[in-house]
């Protein structure tokens, strides 16, 4: 079955420590990115990729960063610069189609931190 | 800057037709997409829309008015199921970055 994972689905960390999320697709697509979503909230979007070894920040990059050295994983790091850290993130990917520009979500990661 | 309203919540009985809209301000528009999203779960691609017009998939609708920067969801026969939010969502810059509205909350009363 072709997807995205995302792990863990929960995740607890002390304030000042560095977290980083897993995203994984088989899906083959070349862009992927990051949101962020605080309850009651839409999508906020924290980077992309469109091509492996490149990556551009979205609206809210301060706090964050990423890597994408390989296309199917794009891991994100919430570093302790990051000042509201707690929130659900979401990895999604998506084709160059321009019919659609649909995006394939993962299940998402709930950080708590404390 | 950028930004999308949408009501922020919608209430309708089954058996229904119930229409979400979707205003935007951005500085650049390629297309309008419209997403579903259970509670705590991801968010599932419903339609797009880059030129004027209707489009129809199933039970669901999609318009868009590019002089108005306004287009709506259309959900007809509602079901319990279709309780959820729905993002509107712009996508600009051939498709590198996409700004998502506040979500409406829609709940489907039996």
């Known amino acids: 079955d072709g997807g995205i994972t995302q792990s863990p689905k929960y995740l607890f960390r002390k304030e000042g420590q560095n977290v980083t999320l897993s995203c994984e697709q088989n899906?083959?697509?070349?862009?992927m990115y990051w949101y962020r979503q605080d309850p009651g909230q839409g999508l906020r979007l924290i980077y992309y990729s469109q091509i492996v070894n490149d990556f551009q920040k979205g609206d809210i990059a301060e706090g964050y960063s990423v890597s994408r050295e390989k296309k199917e994983s794009f891991p994100l790091t919430v570093t302790s610069a990051q000042k509201n850290p707690t929130a659900f993130y979401l990895c999604?990917?998506?084709?160059?189609?321009?019919?659609?520009?649909?995006?394939?979500f993962g299940p998402g990661t709930r950080l708590t931190v404390t | 800057g950028q930004s999308l309203e949408q009501p922020s919540e919608v209430t309708a009985v089954e058996g229904a037709i119930v229409q979400i809209n979707c205003t935007y301000q951005t500085s650049g528009f390629y297309g309008l997409s419209w997403y579903q999203q259970h509670d705590g779960g991801a968010p599932t691609f419903l339609s797009y829309n880059a030129l004027d017009g209707l489009e129809e998939t199933g039970r669901f609708s999609s318009f868009l008015s590019r002089s108005d920067s306004y287009g709506y969801l259309l959900l007809q026969e509602l079901q319990m199921k279709d309780s959820a939010s729905y993002f509107c969502a712009v996508v600009d810059n051939y498709g590198q970055n996409f700004v998502f509205g506040p979500g409406t909350r829609l709940s489907v009363l039996p």
């Open positions: 999604a990917s998506s084709i160059a189609d321009t019919q659609s520009y649909e995006q394939y």
């Open positions: 899906l083959n697509h070349d862009a």
